[in-house]
């Protein structure tokens, strides 16, 4: 059987669609400053982003939120709570379903590690131009607050097509 092609969000079967990987994405934010990072490897190198990465056998995302946190920048969340999630299609084949999290403090001080360098970041300084092409759809609905379910196609860094539900 051929592979799928997509070049639109419609192209997607979303209502049969299954992720290849179960990820999530922690931002921490305390006192008007969000925490980013740099990602040095893997999906996303190069790329400004949150600490994150897959779900590990027996985790459930919560645990991984905070697990990747404190593997990435040495840092334990804290307050954490749920925000959305977020369905990835590339024409390439690769799939991932994100869950997304937020935290109002940590315990320690960053540090650069071999998968990230964090940044402080001032919230109205986000520097959405050197980040995936979806995140400021999102971003402000998490920063506000608000729960939702995204859903996107990428060619590469190229973002082909969006939707967003606010869930209740």
């Not at 919560?62 to 593997?71: D, N, P, S, T």
Request: charged share 30%; proline share 5%; hydrophobic share 40%.
């Amino acid at each position: 059987m051929p592979a799928a092609t997509y070049s639109r969000l419609e192209d997607v079967d979303w209502k049969n669609w299954r992720a290849q990987q179960s990820a999530v994405l922690l931002f921490i934010i305390k006192d008007e400053k969000i925490l980013l990072i740099h990602k040095k490897r893997g999906l996303g190198a190069g790329k400004i982003n949150a600490p994150g990465g897959r779900i590990d056998a027996g985790e459930t995302s919560l645990q991984a939120a905070i697990r990747e946190v404190e593997e990435e920048v040495r840092v334990t969340p804290i307050g954490v709570e749920y925000c959305g999630e977020l369905a990835f299609q590339f024409v390439d084949g690769l799939s991932i379903h994100v869950e997304v999290f937020r935290a109002g403090d940590c315990i320690g001080e960053p540090q650069e590690t071999d998968e990230a360098l964090p940044l402080w970041t001032p919230i109205d300084k986000i520097p959405f131009d050197n980040m995936w092409a979806d995140d400021h759809k999102w971003i402000p609905l998490m920063l506000a607050r608000k729960k939702f379910k995204g859903r996107f196609l990428f060619d590469g860094d190229e973002m082909l097509g969006y939707e967003i539900e606010l869930l209740s």
